[in-house]
């Protein structure tokens, strides 16, 4: 074979054929980190003439594609500790619609007055308002550079329609899962400090100091009568929200997270994907928030960890 290679020929890329695996070799592309591998190009590279046999090398990923991720669940489900603890190990951007929306009313804008009379009546701030001030945090540069953690929506249908139409859909979608009576029991004796910006809560972890305690506030909507409205908003809007990504999602209980289950959903996350390359996968996790939040954060952890892995180990084109 040595003498039938031409030394001065040009550089040739070569493609291995695209053949979507059978079943019976299905479950072994799965869990075979070779079998990713032999996705990627391969691309002769320049030699000198004296070299008979030609070298390869990987053409590996421009760039690992960052986490998208989703959090929801009812006021006091414990979402606000699990984003603190996400954004500071995998340095995701949290973007808070209801942050973004006190800082309207905040400011004293007109969209600002309007959002105050819905959220004091415990209803749902329009679409018109929140949409543009998400999606503009969407787009900026540090979202798109390190991934986005998006906390509080989408809230409804129709805004989860809106977000699928400017091209913005999560990996993963966290959905925490708390009883109706201990929400209540979470709300109602929930507490800010003006000063540190810090939540307490005067059962379950009352502030340090006298001092502290005297200067804390209440939320004007942390009173049991809205927040029974809101969770019953909450809960009439998250199945609609689910529904919308019903054709393209992956179901995992949080207790198959630490087991072969969870492995299998997010592998089959990648075939599916490579059979489907224009299609975005979703893999949702219900998790019970009613855990300690070191419990709770250790089920996300692992989502995310093996989801993170997948990406690193296929192309960027089957995960975009």
């Known amino acids: 074979m040595a003498g039938c290679v031409n030394s001065i020929s040009p550089p040739v890329t070569l493609y291995p054929p695209r053949v979507s695996p059978s079943p019976a070799a299905r479950s072994s592309f799965l869990f075979s980190g070779d079998s990713v591998h032999s996705l990627y190009r391969l691309r002769r590279v320049?030699?000198?003439?004296?070299?008979?046999?030609?070298?390869?090398?990987?053409?590996?990923?421009?760039k690992t594609e960052p986490l998208k991720i989703m959090i929801s669940g009812a006021p006091a489900s414990g979402k606000g500790t699990q984003c603190e603890?996400?954004?500071?190990?995998?340095?995701?951007?949290?973007?808070?619609?209801?942050d973004l929306l006190r800082a309207e009313i905040a400011s004293g804008s007109e969209n600002g007055r309007r959002a105050k009379e819905y959220m004091e009546k415990g209803q749902l701030v329009p679409d018109e308002i929140v949409v543009m001030m998400v999606k503009d945090r969407l787009s900026q540069t540090d979202s798109k550079q390190n991934g986005w953690l998006l906390d509080g929506y989408p809230r409804s249908s129709s805004q989860a329609t809106a977000l699928k139409g400017f091209g913005f859909q999560?990996?993963?979608?966290?959905?925490?899962?708390?009883?109706?009576?201990?929400?209540?029991?979470r709300v109602v004796g929930r507490r800010l400090d003006p000063v540190t910006g810090k939540i307490y809560h005067l059962k379950y972890s009352p502030p340090e100091t006298e001092e502290i305690a005297a200067r804390l506030t209440q939320r004007f909507d942390d009173t049991e009568e809205k927040a029974k409205l809101r969770l019953k908003t909450h809960n009439q809007n998250v199945s609609d929200v689910l529904s919308m990504y019903d054709d393209i999602t992956i179901k995992a209980c949080d207790f198959h997270l630490h087991s072969f289950h969870f492995s299998f959903a997010v592998s089959s996350l990648t075939i599916y994907v490579k059979q489907n390359e224009e299609t975005s996968v979703i893999i949702i996790i219900q998790i019970k928030g009613t855990r300690s939040k070191e419990e709770v954060f250790a089920h996300i952890d692992t989502a995310l960890s093996e989801l993170l892995q997948q990406k690193n180990s296929a192309p960027s084109s089957l995960l975009s």
């Open 170 to 185: 999560p990996d993963l979608f966290i959905l925490l899962e708390v009883p109706e009576d201990i929400l209540i029991e």
């Open 46 to 62: 320049s030699r000198s003439p004296s070299i008979v046999s030609p070298k390869f090398q990987i053409v590996t990923a421009e």
């Open 85 to 98: 603890l996400i954004t500071h190990k995998y340095g995701l951007v949290h973007i808070s619609a209801g």
